[in-house]
């Protein structure tokens, strides 16, 4: 019972503009059950309510990062409220899916998934080019381009003097990134 | 060609995140049409910003998972809000008896234990209370009354089948529902209800030595927790945000531990969150919803059901069909909300166990007993009033009374 907390608004969006990744745990085990009973009784299983609610998290977080958001109801509700709408949107997508792959004829190869195994590949070789990156330009980089986050946020989080400082160790590392990008794509291909 | 990249290294990535003016934003793109090289590095920048965005949602996704279970094994830690919300439970459940005591002399209608001859503790308070504040000559009268009625034997024995005398009003009350009458009914239904089994004898002669109790305040109702975590849900409505946002969550059964049967603590609990009651529901709106409950297993016209969940109590409601209502619906009955207090919650075995103080006045909304339960060597009854019976269906047994609180499984 301890595990469920109610969050206020404005103490869950301080602690995640102050980076305090603990958020990400507190959110899912407080959501956790909602979700499941809701993805179960709309035809999903667990795996299913698991993505859902950690996609709605991410969305959460994302946002919360951006300057001048603010949470108009309880972060249940808006969190339910992503889970649906992400939820029913993925249900379209399977049955468009099913739809296509029930057809005999099919003159195209299916566009999606294509496009889904290049996006794959691509994520997996700046992953591998993030994990040699190391620290701290992986975080910088992370935080810059997938939380959204500003310069003056992302130099108190990560210690840098100023927003001028951030700017240019970002441009660096983002440097170094393609650099190291690049070479793993070369490795790549040379294996094939 | 003269590139922007030139001049702005990091244009291309500020193209892909909308981050140019409108102005710049068409020159740039006018310069793509015929620049080879910036749409390769266009491409290149693009190919970069979706790569992070998606490692960057598998990390966190990763993450996610591995702070979860941080948290679920780590200690809570200290909470202050945490600790005062124990801090004053601790201090409702240490003041409990005195606050009964309390509501007890306001003469309010409480959950109190029912003696062996079917009285309660407050009842035979106001009787007391009666009696002093009587006039002389009532009191008199009652006085000769007794002395009369009593043989002149030990005054020790005198005293104690005094105080053993059911109060005046009790009496007034016992005339109005009557026991024999009752049991005839509990014979009748059973005799309708219950088929023997070739070779088998039925007598239920003992029903006569158990009357029900009068003062009997609780009506007692049995859903399957087994049922509970497959089908039922608790539905209501988060009003937070703009538009009501309708919820369902799985009931979950309380913990006997904590519960027990001690009423001051379900008290107590019902009463710390109040605010979570939810609109009431009908049984067709639960039904659309895919909820079914057995609502009604009493026979005692429990006709709809309100499921609350909240993270301390699960807080249930019954509603009663009552014929003095039977004007609003053309004689049908009409199911009034009326609130009874839930006197009992407790989950043994498979069972929750559900009981509610109901007034005596209701006991005759619908005189029927119902059995809850038939094995070969037994039937459960339950009479209304919240008795319940266990008949042995041997020749010649006696029924006997279940304590309403005990389940019998």
């Known amino acids: ?192 | 060609m003269n590139c922007p990249e030139v001049k702005n290294p990091e244009i291309a990535e500020q193209f892909l995140l909308d981050l140019l003016d409108e102005a710049a934003k068409i020159a740039y793109e006018h310069h793509l049409a015929a620049c080879q090289r910036c749409r390769a590095s266009l491409q290149e920048q693009r190919t970069l910003l979706r790569g992070l965005e998606n490692s960057g949602r598998q990390l966190m996704k990763e993450e996610i998972l591995t702070q979860a279970r941080r948290y679920r094994s780590a200690p809570t830690g200290w909470d202050v809000k945490v600790y005062l919300k124990l801090a004053a439970a601790l201090l409702l459940i240490l003041m409990g008896p005195a606050l009964i005591h309390l509501f007890n002399q306001s003469g309010e209608n409480v959950a109190v234990p029912i003696d062996g001859r079917g009285r309660t503790a407050l009842s035979d308070r106001a009787l007391d209370k009666e009696k002093s504040s009587a006039p002389p000559s009532t009191l008199r009268q009652a006085g000769l009354r007794e002395r009369s009625e009593q043989p002149e034997t030990d005054p020790q024995a005198t005293r104690s089948e005094k105080e053993a005398a059911p109060a005046p009003e009790l009496l007034a009350r016992e005339d109005r529902f009557n026991p024999a009458q009752t049991a005839d009914e509990v014979a009748r239904v059973a005799k309708q209800a219950v088929t023997p089994r070739a070779g088998d004898s039925l007598e239920l002669a003992g029903t006569a030595n158990s009357e029900p109790s009068v003062q009997s305040r609780t009506a007692g109702v049995r859903i399957s927790t087994k049922q509970a975590e497959a089908l039922l849900l608790s539905f209501g409505e988060k009003s937070a945000g703009r538009e009501p946002q309708r919820f369902a969550e799985p009931l979950r059964p309380m913990d006997s531990s904590v519960l027990a049967s001690d009423t001051t603590l379900v008290s107590m609990l019902q009463g710390a969150r109040p605010g979570v009651r939810q609109p009431v529901q009908s049984k067709a709106q639960l039904g659309s919803m895919g909820l079914t409950i057995e609502s009604d297993t009493t026979g005692h016209g429990a006709r709809f059901w309100q499921f609350s969940l909240d993270t301390l109590s699960v807080l249930i409601e019954l509603r009663l069909l009552r014929p003095e209502y039977s004007d609003l619906n053309e004689g049908e009955g009409a199911a009034i909300a009326e609130s009874f207090r839930l006197a009992t919650l407790k989950s043994g075995g498979n069972l929750l166990w559900m009981q509610w103080d109901v007034p005596p006045a209701l006991y005759h909304a619908k005189p029927e007993a119902t059995f809850l339960k038939l094995t070969s060597s037994q039937a459960v009854l339950f009479v209304p009033g919240g008795q319940h019976y266990a008949i042995p269906l041997q020749a010649g047994a006696i029924a006997r009374p279940l304590h309403p609180f005990a389940p019998d499984e």
């Open chain 1, 1 to 192: 019972m301890a595990l469920i907390k109610l969050f206020p608004q404005k103490q869950l969006l301080n602690r995640i503009r102050a980076n305090d990744r603990s958020v990400l745990g507190e959110l899912f085990v407080t959501h956790e059950q909602m979700v499941k009973s809701y993805i179960a009784t709309h035809g999903g299983t667990a795996a299913d309510a698991q993505d859902m609610l950690q996609e709605a998290i991410i969305v959460v977080w994302q946002n919360a990062c951006k300057d001048g958001f603010a949470l108009t109801c309880k972060v249940s509700t808006y969190i339910m409220a992503i889970v649906k709408n992400k939820w029913r949107s993925e249900k379209r997508s399977r049955t468009r899916l099913s739809t296509d792959e029930s057809l005999s004829e099919r003159p195209d190869p299916d566009q999606s998934s294509l496009d889904a195994m290049i996006m794959e590949e691509e994520a997996s070789g700046v992953r591998r080019a993030l994990d040699k990156l190391g620290s701290p330009c992986k975080e910088l980089l992370l935080l810059y381009y997938f939380e959204h986050r500003d310069m003056k946020s992302i130099g108190k989080i990560l210690g840098f003097g100023n927003a001028d400082v951030v700017k240019s160790k970002k441009y660096q590392c983002k440097q170094r990134l393609q650099a190291i990008l690049a070479q793993i794509l070369v490795e790549t291909e040379s294996l094939e």
